[in-house]
């Protein structure tokens, strides 16, 4: 599976960014797809998970504000953030995995395949 993340950019507080992921192959519905996100001098972190069965799942630090989505049709994977703050700032990694359970999607050894990365900057 190859996954190439864009939508990343500049913006300001409060503002809000699309972010999505594109995979290839054909099994794009088996996965599991979720988005962490990686600070400057900061380890990567866990963002949002949306499982093969349609579950869905957010860090605290940004739940009610982001929204992940997916369509298999498509092979995509969204993540709808609005009201951004200055800590939302970071690289935006999209992930794919196979073996994901309710005790490991948010962690970043349960993902097998990951994106390279996009920018999402948000300036007070």
């Known amino acids: 599976v190859q996954l190439q993340a864009s939508g990343g950019g500049l913006v300001q507080v409060g503002d809000s960014l699309r972010l999505s992921c594109a995979a290839s192959?054909?099994?794009?519905?088996?996965?599991?797809m979720a988005w962490f996100r990686q600070a400057p001098g900061k380890e990567r972190e866990f963002v949002s998970t949306?499982?093969?069965?349609?579950?869905?799942s957010y860090a605290d630090s940004v739940k009610g504000r982001f929204t992940i989505s997916r369509d298999n049709a498509k092979g995509t994977v969204n993540l709808q953030m609005n009201s951004l703050k200055p800590e939302d700032t970071a690289v935006y990694y999209c992930?794919?995995?196979?073996?994901?359970?309710?005790?490991?999607?948010?962690?970043?050894?349960?993902?097998?395949?990951w994106g390279q990365g996009t920018l999402v900057t948000v300036s007070s």
């Open positions: 192959g054909s099994t794009f519905r088996r996965y599991s």
């Open positions: 992930a794919a995995g196979s073996g994901v359970i309710m005790s490991n999607m948010n962690r970043a050894g349960a993902y097998d395949y």
């Open positions: 949306v499982r093969s069965t349609g579950t869905t």
